[in-house]
């Protein structure tokens, strides 16, 4: 008997039409007022990538400015960054705080810049910083799980290159100290007038955070839920704990907060962050028994082996680099949700 999958849940409709237009042509949305003394300002990926990072500006009360994700800086350019803040009659020399939900450099990489433009203090959970200090340490491991894995012979170079011994998390925008205040779960920013919560909500990274504005009804999301794109699990450096088990975990944090405007990091504002949760964790429960069934099948399967048999979008067949290192990564997490890592032999 062949079980037929249920469709695909279509994406949230936006809140921001400007937005989304703007995803439709692949150009940047305008700066965007969100709520009084809140606005949106889109800073351009680098390299090539078709996107940009949404980046939010909340003013306190004192007049001072704290920047959410303020994306990336090439050389330490502001001038996107500066220019949205001229378009709202303001000036970097406001910031007084810098907010990253997480080390990625599309959220990470201008927070050094603007600091050393303005003075302002840098604040992100204190696992991101550990990451970003073991990142060394955790390419050498992903290296020799990487032999492992059971790759072909021609794909082994770029994934060491994306994935192990080449790869730099933070593409080296960072420097030290690298966060002036550590956020925890629960704790309250200092943004005078404004009760923005930090929620911690690992999975996508270790550290990852998100911020509840309750008062404007507002609900930041980082990468860890985004209205079209089903973020990745474990790209934030190894953890004690399995990605993908803190990131289910974490999505079901997000039930009090149903009622709040969700303001992502990419693409474009929605509502319902509840039902759009429910439909990434579908999504992983659907891929679990694509790997459960590859186990049933294979005998003694090789990591590679097991995700060849996974429906990952565009197939594994095309996947090279980073692409497919993170779908290996997040074939051995399933596995090891499943109980079953010990099936799995070592190349």
């Given at each position: 008997m062949t079980t037929v999958p249920p469709p695909a849940a279509p994406a949230p409709e936006p809140i921001s039409l400007v937005q989304a237009a703007a995803l439709r042509a692949g150009v940047l949305p305008p700066v965007e007022e969100v709520r009084p003394g809140v606005w949106t300002i889109a800073v351009p990926f680098r390299g090539g990538v078709p996107d940009a990072t949404l980046s939010y500006v909340l003013e306190g009360t004192d007049g001072a400015l704290?920047?959410?994700?303020?994306?990336?800086?090439?050389?330490?350019?502001?001038?996107?960054?500066?220019?949205?803040?001229?378009?709202?009659?303001?000036?970097?020399?406001?910031?007084?705080?810098?907010?990253?939900t997480h080390l990625h450099a599309d959220h990470l990489g201008a927070a050094a810049a603007l600091r050393r433009a303005s003075g302002a203090r840098v604040a992100m959970h204190r696992l991101e910083v550990e990451?970003?200090?073991?990142?060394?340490?955790?390419?050498?491991?992903?290296?020799?799980?990487?032999?492992?894995?059971?790759?072909?012979?021609?794909?082994?170079?770029?994934?060491?290159?994306?994935?192990?011994?080449?790869?730099?998390?933070?593409?080296?925008?960072?420097?030290?100290?690298?966060?002036?205040?550590?956020?925890?779960?629960?704790?309250?920013?200092?943004?005078?007038?404004?009760a923005v919560r930090a929620l911690w909500t690992p999975g996508h990274t270790a550290g990852h955070l998100c911020l509840?504005?309750?008062?404007?009804?507002?609900?930041?999301?980082?990468?860890?839920?985004?209205?079209?794109?089903?973020?990745?699990?474990?790209?934030?450096?190894?953890?004690?704990?399995?990605?993908?088990?803190?990131?289910?975990?974490?999505?079901?944090?997000?039930?009090?907060?149903?009622?709040?405007?969700?303001?992502?990091?990419?693409?474009?504002?929605?509502?319902?962050?509840?039902?759009?949760?429910?439909?990434?964790?579908?999504?992983?429960?659907?891929?679990?028994?694509?790997?459960a069934a590859a186990l049933d099948t294979l005998t003694a399967p090789t990591l590679f082996e097991v995700a060849s048999r996974v429906p990952f979008s565009g197939g594994i067949d095309a996947m090279t680099g980073f692409l497919l290192a993170s779908a290996l990564t997040q074939t051995a997490f399933h596995a090891d949700l499943l109980g079953r890592a010990d099936e799995i032999r070592p190349a």
């Open positions: 704290a920047v959410v994700d303020p994306g990336w800086a090439e050389d330490d350019d502001l001038g996107v960054l500066r220019a949205g803040l001229a378009a709202i009659g303001r000036s970097v020399d406001q910031v007084g705080l810098v907010v990253v990451a970003l200090h073991r990142e060394r340490e955790d390419a050498a491991a992903n290296d020799a799980d990487i032999a492992r894995w059971g790759l072909p012979d021609a794909l082994v170079a770029g994934v060491v290159a994306a994935w192990g011994s080449g790869r730099r998390m933070g593409l080296g925008r960072t420097e030290e100290p690298l966060a002036d205040v550590f956020v925890e779960d629960g704790d309250v920013l200092p943004i005078a007038g404004r509840v504005d309750e008062s404007d009804g507002l609900l930041f999301t980082g990468d860890h839920v985004l209205p079209r794109i089903n973020p990745g699990i474990g790209l934030g450096g190894r953890t004690a704990t399995n990605p993908l088990g803190d990131y289910l975990a974490s999505l079901a944090r997000l039930e009090p907060s149903a009622d709040l405007e969700v303001c992502p990091g990419h693409e474009y504002r929605f509502r319902d962050v509840v039902s759009r949760a429910r439909t990434l964790a579908r999504h992983r429960e659907e891929r679990a028994r694509h790997v």
